[in-house]
């Protein structure tokens, strides 16, 4: 081979380097745009939800505590929704958990909010009534109160009457020791003190195995 035919080799063999070379960058550079705009222009993607991080811990629901509010939700008419949030006093968040709903029209309401939602909803609020509640949840109380005073009417207010009128809640664990969460109880209509006493009991039982589970 002549020292002329070897140059030209020489030279296409560089030029096909540097254009793999040149392929590969713009490979990486499209790479790295996507995850860009995926992480920063759209950050709804990065939300943890229903998703452990270093602070917080999600609740465990396991099959018995769910067949067991699925039970209530059977058994008691008035019932029409259990759901579990799970909270973290240092983000001052409620994260939705688990939700075992019997009226269509309440899960197509919750499923809205679910897909719209963009960040966990806030524990403490400016609302007086609802901070009065989470400080008497947190002190061990059960309490029986209005669907309009609760925190989901702020999300659901179409839901107050027609379908829901009250609402009964506990903390996890129903006592002042390492609260993890709170359960909720929704009703179509005002429960009697035997209800309510029976719900109770019910509620402290559910709370308790989860709390148990989630150690």
């Known amino acids: 081979m002549e020292l002329e035919d070897i140059s030209i080799l020489t030279n296409i063999l560089n030029f096909l380097t540097w254009k793999i070379i040149f392929r590969s960058f713009l490979v990486i550079?499209?790479?790295?745009?996507?995850?860009?705009?995926?992480?920063?222009?759209?950050?709804f993607n990065k939300v943890n939800f229903l998703q452990e991080d270093e602070n917080v811990k999600i609740l465990t629901i396991t099959k018995s505590s769910a067949n067991k509010m699925a039970n209530i939700n059977k058994k008691l008419?008035?019932?029409?929704?259990?759901q579990v949030v799970t909270i973290n006093f240092h983000k001052n968040i409620k994260i939705e958990t688990f939700a075992d709903i019997d009226v269509p029209v309440i899960?197509?309401?919750?499923?809205?909010?679910?897909?719209?939602?963009?960040?966990?909803?806030?524990?403490?609020?400016s609302s007086k009534i609802n901070n009065n509640h989470l400080v008497k949840l947190l002190s061990g109380e059960w309490l029986?109160?209005?669907?309009?005073?609760?925190?989901a009417y702020n999300y659901a207010p179409m839901l107050d009457q027609k379908y829901i009128t009250d609402v009964c809640a506990v903390a996890?664990?129903?006592y002042n020791n390492?609260?993890?969460?709170?359960?909720?109880?929704?009703?179509?209509?005002?429960?009697?003190?035997e209800l309510k006493n029976q719900l109770f009991l019910a509620a402290r039982d559910i709370s308790i195995q989860i709390f148990n589970d989630s150690k």
């Open 178 to 193: 390492d609260i993890g969460g709170i359960l909720v109880f929704y009703m179509k209509d005002k429960p009697s003190e």
């Open 107 to 125: 899960q197509e309401s919750y499923n809205r909010f679910l897909s719209g939602k963009l960040y966990e909803t806030p524990l403490f609020t």
């Open 29 to 43: 550079l499209l790479l790295v745009t996507i995850v860009f705009v995926y992480q920063v222009i759209f950050p």
């Open 77 to 82: 008419d008035i019932v029409v929704g259990i």
């Open 172 to 174: 996890i664990p129903p």
């Open 144 to 151: 029986c109160f209005p669907y309009k005073d609760s925190s």
